[in-house]
């Protein structure tokens, strides 16, 4: 998700080698001007980060480590913005949140990641569809309630946005919702309609939150389009939807310096997990390598049942991880959302994380194979795969219409991840896992 930038601050902090080199501090801001101009990062803000970078380093004396320090310090006060971080509920439910951006920014589908983050948090959710200017808005937020099973608010009879957010806001008082998302309609420009629009329905709801979702693929257009709504509506946050594509990067920065508003969540993939939540310190600690332990942690517990977690760990130490587990880990890992925003989370091996992005832990044809050969199996086999024989194999192919040198293939992999497992729940942890990811990059088990 931070590659393009990440890279490019590596080669700056490499320009530098030795000490009091003035030479190379200089090619170092040099590399660090190109590369932020490059991600779209405005110029003021770029002319602003070097001068203090420039003066901090020198202050502390020329090095690799001083460098990077000033590095890390002023990108950390530049995205934190005055304001909240992550979610924060209201004293008296329910809490309120309205939506806006501009149409095809992908409000509707952050609206349902929203959503779910706060369902596997155990939250009581209502999505109200207040878009009533896009053709299937309506539809399409109900059909992510249904996917994300949430209740939804959705009358294709009632034709006045305020109407709809009143009928909202009263079934969530009603019936005890913890959050209600009001998805709110956007415009392919800004527009004095839309404007007049969006104010009455803040009127009505009053709203704890309002977040205003911005394509990262904008650039600097979503940077103006944020100020234009932060005046009119006084926004409380920003969701990047989009990251994950072909972003430059540089938004993330130029919202949080230039609008002076929070970034409180990232869309970091396609799927409904994909959203994380922005805290400065921890996204630059991303953007420097070093990985995000903590919101890789935060995330797991939200999803990952703590006797069941146990329970595989005892089986993965004895050697005894079967066909079950590994489904019921990978309905687990879905959960959590792209395989390449989780690496990415993990010290050293954010460099991996482009490798991988596109691994589909639901659609890939390696996992849809080994899918099938376990759907072919008996309970008993599943439980215990050593009773694979010759003649279970051949029967097993046939079910789930592989060759038999496929079925070989996966097996022998599945037995090699399993003994990789068990490496990896001993004290060499960290180091196992890099070897294990390493394998998995060509996708399925490690050979």
């Given at each position: 998700m931070?590659?393009?930038?990440?890279?490019?601050?590596?080669n700056?902090?490499n320009?530098?080698?030795?000490k009091?080199?003035?030479?190379?501090?200089k090619?170092?801001?040099?590399?660090?001007k190109?590369?932020?101009?490059?991600?779209?990062?405005?110029?003021k803000?770029v002319?602003?980060?070097?001068?203090?970078?420039?003066?901090?380093?020198?202050?502390?004396?020329?090095?690799?480590?001083?460098?990077?320090?000033a590095?890390?310090?002023?990108?950390?006060?530049?995205?934190?913005?005055?304001?909240?971080?992550g979610?924060?509920?209201?004293?008296?439910?329910p809490?309120?949140?309205?939506m806006?951006g501009?149409q095809?920014?992908?409000?509707?589908?952050?609206?349902?990641?929203?959503?779910?983050?706060?369902?596997?948090?155990?939250?009581?959710?209502?999505?109200a569809?207040?878009d009533?200017?896009?053709?299937?808005?309506?539809?399409?937020l109900?059909q992510?309630?249904?996917?994300?099973?949430?209740?939804?608010f959705?009358?294709?009879?009632?034709?006045?946005?305020?109407?709809?957010?009143?009928?909202?806001l009263?079934?969530?008082?009603?019936?005890?919702?913890?959050?209600?998302?009001?998805?709110t309609?956007?415009?392919l420009?800004?527009?004095?309609?839309?404007?007049?629009?969006?104010?009455?329905?803040?009127?009505?709801?009053?709203?704890?939150e309002?977040?205003?979702?911005a394509?990262?693929l904008?650039?600097?257009?979503?940077?103006?389009s944020a100020?234009?709504?932060?005046?009119?509506?006084?926004?409380?946050?920003?969701?990047?939807?989009k990251y994950?594509?072909?972003?430059?990067?540089?938004?993330?920065?130029?919202?949080?310096?230039?609008i002076?508003?929070?970034?409180?969540?990232i869309?970091?993939g396609?799927?409904?997990?994909?959203?994380?939540?922005f805290?400065p310190?921890?996204?630059?600690g991303?953007?420097?390598?070093?990985?995000?332990?903590?919101?890789?942690?935060?995330?797991a517990?939200?999803?990952?049942?703590?006797?069941?977690?146990?329970k595989?760990?005892r089986?993965?130490?004895k050697?005894?991880?079967?066909?079950?587990?590994?489904l019921?880990?990978?309905?687990?890992?879905?959960?959590l959302?792209?395989?390449?925003?989780l690496?990415?989370?993990?010290?050293?091996?954010?460099?991996?994380a482009?490798?991988?992005?596109?691994?589909?832990?639901?659609n890939?044809?390696e996992?849809?194979?080994?899918k099938?050969l376990?759907?072919?199996?008996?309970?008993k086999?599943?439980?215990?795969p050593?009773?694979?024989?010759?003649?279970?194999?051949?029967?097993i192919?046939?079910?789930a219409?592989?060759?038999?040198?496929?079925?070989?293939?996966?097996?022998k992999q599945?037995?090699n991840?399993?003994?990789?497992?068990k490496?990896?729940?001993?004290?060499?942890?960290?180091q196992?896992?890099?070897?294990?990811?390493?394998?998995m990059?060509g996708?399925?088990?490690?050979?």
């Amino acid at each position: 998700m931070f590659e393009s930038l990440s890279n490019s601050f590596q080669n700056a902090i490499n320009k530098i080698r030795f000490k009091d080199d003035e030479k190379a501090l200089k090619r170092a801001l040099d590399e660090l001007k190109k590369s932020l101009l490059k991600a779209d990062v405005h110029h003021k803000v770029v002319k602003e980060l070097l001068s203090v970078v420039e003066r901090e380093t020198k202050l502390k004396g020329i090095g690799k480590e001083n460098f990077l320090s000033a590095l890390k310090n002023e990108l950390t006060q530049i995205l934190t913005a005055p304001g909240k971080q992550g979610f924060v509920y209201s004293s008296t439910p329910p809490t309120v949140v309205m939506m806006a951006g501009l149409q095809g920014s992908g409000k509707t589908t952050t609206s349902g990641k929203l959503a779910y983050y706060l369902k596997l948090r155990k939250k009581r959710v209502l999505l109200a569809a207040a878009d009533l200017q896009r053709l299937a808005a309506v539809e399409q937020l109900r059909q992510i309630a249904n996917q994300i099973e949430v209740d939804v608010f959705a009358d294709e009879s009632i034709k006045d946005p305020i109407e709809v957010a009143k009928q909202a806001l009263a079934k969530a008082k009603d019936g005890n919702y913890d959050v209600l998302i009001v998805d709110t309609a956007g415009r392919l420009a800004i527009d004095n309609e839309l404007m007049d629009e969006i104010k009455r329905v803040k009127e009505v709801l009053q709203p704890d939150e309002i977040f205003y979702v911005a394509d990262s693929l904008t650039g600097q257009d979503a940077v103006r389009s944020a100020a234009t709504f932060n005046k009119e509506l006084s926004l409380t946050g920003v969701i990047l939807s989009k990251y994950d594509g072909d972003s430059k990067g540089g938004v993330a920065l130029g919202i949080a310096k230039q609008i002076g508003v929070p970034l409180r969540f990232i869309g970091s993939g396609e799927k409904m997990p994909d959203l994380e939540v922005f805290i400065p310190d921890r996204i630059v600690g991303r953007l420097m390598g070093a990985g995000d332990i903590e919101s890789l942690a935060e995330k797991a517990s939200a999803v990952i049942d703590e006797k069941e977690a146990k329970k595989v760990a005892r089986k993965i130490k004895k050697g005894q991880f079967n066909f079950n587990d590994f489904l019921e880990q990978l309905e687990q890992m879905k959960k959590l959302g792209s395989l390449k925003s989780l690496i990415g989370m993990i010290p050293g091996l954010n460099k991996m994380a482009g490798a991988l992005k596109d691994i589909d832990l639901e659609n890939s044809s390696e996992i849809k194979k080994i899918k099938a050969l376990i759907s072919s199996m008996t309970p008993k086999e599943r439980e215990n795969p050593d009773l694979l024989n010759n003649s279970r194999k051949r029967r097993i192919a046939q079910g789930a219409g592989l060759s038999q040198m496929e079925v070989n293939k996966i097996l022998k992999q599945f037995k090699n991840a399993a003994k990789m497992a068990k490496k990896f729940s001993g004290k060499k942890g960290m180091q196992d896992l890099q070897n294990l990811m390493s394998q998995m990059q060509g996708g399925g088990f490690p050979r």
